[in-house]
């Protein structure tokens, strides 16, 4: 038998929290995934009170466990310091809510989402897939946007694989800073934090549904991120439930979605608007990457890919087109080797183009904000 998200909730009523509420009306369950019969989700609760809250997990996991058809149940805690969230327009338990996401209408994320302090507009750069230059991508408009005069974060939410050390040529570990807080790391003017500078290669892989959730949280909100004008976000590929929870997770204010002009690659980039107009969150353009080629040899151009399609793609789905970027032998060393185009050849084509894109989504930042939540920052020009 199929267990059901609906069947968990069922059985997760006889669960009660320290004050006696059935555990699903407390608004602190994060969604539900279901995947083969092996059950994951989280409860996040105030740090203050996580020990009155660990019986409440081992209830919920034994519980889940005897739901007819679950093979294994993986209920994690999370702690999140109070004094977090206060900026935020409702208190993070309304976004954790088991029926936030799918049917229903959600809030637009950014005012679910309790604010980052100091953080002012966090973007998502997605894909619908892997491979099609989504953490090239989000790694030259961060620097884009630095070159425009913002101070830039760089979060690296791929957590399965984490490619932004490599991209920005940072080593190291970073280090605490007063209790358990830890300090980003520095590339090219970034303020960047990734889960590979954490955990040793491999082994994110094996990191499942709420693990992945307590990661992304704990990089959003226990990094010393200072004041930030905009924090880049580079999402794991995909639009599937992984993906929408974790961009449930984040305040975002608009995501940016790359693609290539292939047609699959455009269904898949489809599948992303649609994924980000589930949650609210404004799609704030299409970026067209490996778009055509310019031979090196003889400077000739040809749309190997049928150049044009993600343009074309953006006005059908009524979206901003942010920029065509080349498929670049510059483009795929300097990004392979930690030397980001945009911060190693700063006056080439390329970097320019990169510019161009990150003045359309600061604009667009600018545009996209009146008649929601109050912006925190406003991203002068
Ligand atoms: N415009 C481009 N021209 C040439 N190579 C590119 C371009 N964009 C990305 N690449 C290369 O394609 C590969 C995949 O890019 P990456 O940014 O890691 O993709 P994703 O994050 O979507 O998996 C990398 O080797 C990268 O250097
Ligand atoms: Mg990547």
Sequence with gaps: MAVTKEAVLAGLAAVKSPEGAPLPSTGKLSDII???????????VDAAVVQAWEPVRKAAEATVRAVPGVAS???ALTGERSGQGRGGAQPPQAAASPHAGRGRPAAHAAERQPAVPGVGAIIAVASGKGGVG???????LALGLRDLGLTVGMLDADIYGPSVPKLLAIRGKPELHGGNRLKPMDGYGLKVMSIGFLVEEETPMIWRGPMVISALTQMLREVEWGTLDVMVV????????AQLTMAQQVPLRGAVIVSTPQDLALIDARRGIAMFNRVNVPVLGL???M???????CGERSDIFGHGGA?????????????AVPLHMDIRETSDAGRPVVATEPDGPHARIYREIAARVRDALGAGTSGRAAPKIVIEA
């Design 291 to 297: 778009s055509y080629f310019v031979c090196p040899k």
């Design 73 to 75: 149940a993986m209920v």
């Design 311 to 323: 343009q074309h793609e953006a006005e059908r789905q009524g979206v901003p087109f942010l920029g």
């Design 134 to 140: 989504k953490s090239t991508t989000a790694v030259n």
């Design 287 to 289: 970026v067209e990457n």
């Design 34 to 44: 279901v995947s083969d019969g092996k059950v994951f989700f989280s409860i996040t």
């Design 234 to 241: 580079d999402m794991p590929p995909g639009t599937g439930d």
